[in-house]
């Protein structure tokens, strides 16, 4: 199942309401995993961002349904990626010409 690390800023009113914030992403934790996903492992961070998640999904379309759906409440702003194993790294480059 593809890997896609999100990137999440608090927005104004997510840090006003930061103590819900728990309750948030146990709420997202049961998203993915209603639409077939799961959510790996979360980090608060130091620096240009508030936190982390790794997830999986089926497929890119269903991973954008989870963020849109986890970011409309307003409280966070996200950028996702999708990350590649190192399996599937050695398979992209074996292939290379």
Do not use: C
Request: aromatic share 8%; net charge negative; no cysteine.
């Amino acid at each position: 199942m593809p890997t896609y690390v999100t990137l999440f800023r608090w927005t104004q009113l997510g840090i006003e309401n930061i103590k819900v914030s728990p309750t948030r992403l146990d709420a997202a934790r049961e998203l993915f995993k209603q639409l077939g996903g799961e959510l790996k492992s979360f980090h608060i961070l130091m620096g240009q961002y508030d936190a982390v998640i790794v997830g999986e999904a089926p497929d890119d379309e269903t991973m954008a349904r989870i963020m849109l759906t986890a970011t409309a409440h307003g409280a966070i702003r996200s950028e996702t990626m999708r990350a590649f194993t190192e399996e599937e790294y050695r398979k992209i480059v074996s292939g290379l010409p």
